[in-house]
């Protein structure tokens, strides 16, 4: 059952993208296009091609598989890896299908060379966490056993990546971590790294970073705490383990990661807010024997997203931590 708890709007001159109704149900302010999936190769002439499937009719979740064209008349055999994708929007908004996050796997697709599935997921506060990482986990359920052709023919489900923007990365990481409960049961699917891309963390004592850019046009302070109250289960605060990774069983999570192998790349911006505690968590992973990879540059929160050229950049060094 979803939930319907309404939020309290935050006490400040921030003005909310999202507000609730007197009947428990809410409007969201913020909004991008939807982009429909193009599986036909004759009715485009773009690189990639992509198709929705279904996951969970009942929750509403599906993925869209973008596949590079040339796949489709590859005469080496060489499938090609997979990566998962789970967008941002402070776990409240956008969606898949929202041209943001489209184009983003568009390029993505035809700069790494790679197989790349967008999860649709159930957003707060209709759904609050752990629905995201339910659905991440689904979803990775979901592909390791579909008899879809193009991952059939096409994907190398031995090679796989989670990735995340922003509450993506968040979700990202979770599903990492639920995945390492449940190696066989993904089997043939193998998860082989974790890219967290700008990864949405918080906790209740402010950073420097938090505190110097607390104005932020993208991501202000108050909007992130408003962001937590929605998407936390009722009553959680930013120090709970779906939000603050350092403050749960940070040495369990090391050792879950480390345990299965599975190899971190942390990415950010140093005019983020939240840069101090992703380099925090790069630094945390880093003394506890993680293969961690840390690439902080400068721009803003997802900056990559709306920057082709610092997309371009951020997917090359992507491409050589999933080649190393």
């Given at each position: 059952m979803a939930e319907s708890k309404t939020a309290p709007i935050p006490s400040s001159d921030y003005q909310p993208l999202i507000v609730s109704n007197p009947d428990g149900t809410y409007t969201r302010l913020l909004h991008f296009p939807s982009v429909p999936a193009t599986p036909d190769p004759n009715t485009t002439t773009s690189p990639v091609l992509t198709k929705d499937i279904p996951i969970?009719?009942?929750?509403?979740?599906?993925?869209?598989?973008?596949?590079p064209r040339r796949a489709l008349h590859s005469?080496?055999?060489?499938?090609?890896?997979?990566?998962?994708?789970?967008?941002?929007?402070?776990?409240?908004?956008?969606?898949?299908?929202?041209?943001?996050?489209?184009?983003?796997?568009l390029t993505m697709t035809a700069q790494l060379d790679a197989v790349v599935i967008s999860v649709e997921y159930?957003?707060?506060?209709?759904?609050?966490?752990?629905?995201?990482?339910?659905?991440?986990?689904?979803?990775?359920?979901?592909?390791?056993?579909?008899q879809e052709n193009w991952l059939t023919e096409y994907t190398d489900l031995s090679n796989c990546f989670l990735m995340g923007s922003s509450a993506g990365g968040n979700i990202a990481y979770h599903a990492v971590l639920r995945a390492?409960?449940?190696?066989?049961?993904?089997?043939?699917?193998?998860?082989?790294?974790?890219?967290?891309?700008?990864?949405?963390f918080g906790g209740k004592e402010r950073t420097g970073s938090e505190l110097k850019m607390a104005k932020?046009?993208?991501?202000?302070?108050?909007?992130?705490d408003f962001m937590w109250e929605l998407?936390?289960?009722?009553?959680?605060?930013?120090?709970?383990?779906?939000?603050?990774?350092?403050?749960?069983?940070?040495?369990?999570?090391?050792?879950?990661?480390?345990g299965v192998g599975v190899r971190v790349l942390v990415t950010g911006c140093y005019g983020d807010p939240l840069i101090d505690r992703q380099m925090?968590?790069?630094?945390?992973l880093e003394e506890n024997e993680v293969?961690?990879?840390?690439?902080?540059?400068?721009?803003?929160?997802?900056?990559?997203?709306?920057?082709?050229?610092?997309?371009?950049?951020?997917?090359?060094?992507?491409?050589?931590?999933?080649?190393?």
């Open positions: 969970n009719p009942t929750r509403q979740t599906w993925l869209r598989i973008y596949l005469s080496s055999g060489n499938k090609l890896p997979l990566v998962f994708y789970y967008h941002g929007g402070a776990f409240v908004f956008f969606s898949a299908a929202s041209n943001l996050a489209h184009d983003f796997c159930r957003l707060a506060p209709e759904n609050r966490l752990p629905a995201a990482y339910e659905d991440a986990m689904e979803a990775l359920h979901c592909i390791k056993s579909s390492s409960e449940q190696v066989q049961k993904l089997d043939p699917l193998k998860i082989k790294g974790l890219v967290l891309h700008h990864p949405y932020d046009p993208i991501l202000p302070l108050p909007g992130s998407s936390l289960p009722v009553g959680a605060d930013r120090d709970h383990e779906y939000s603050n990774p350092m403050a749960g069983n940070w040495s369990r999570m090391c050792e879950c990661i480390r925090e968590f790069a630094k945390l293969g961690t990879v840390a690439h902080f540059t400068e721009g803003c929160h997802t900056v990559e997203l709306v920057d082709s050229l610092k997309a371009d950049s951020l997917f090359l060094v992507i491409k050589k931590f999933m080649s190393d």
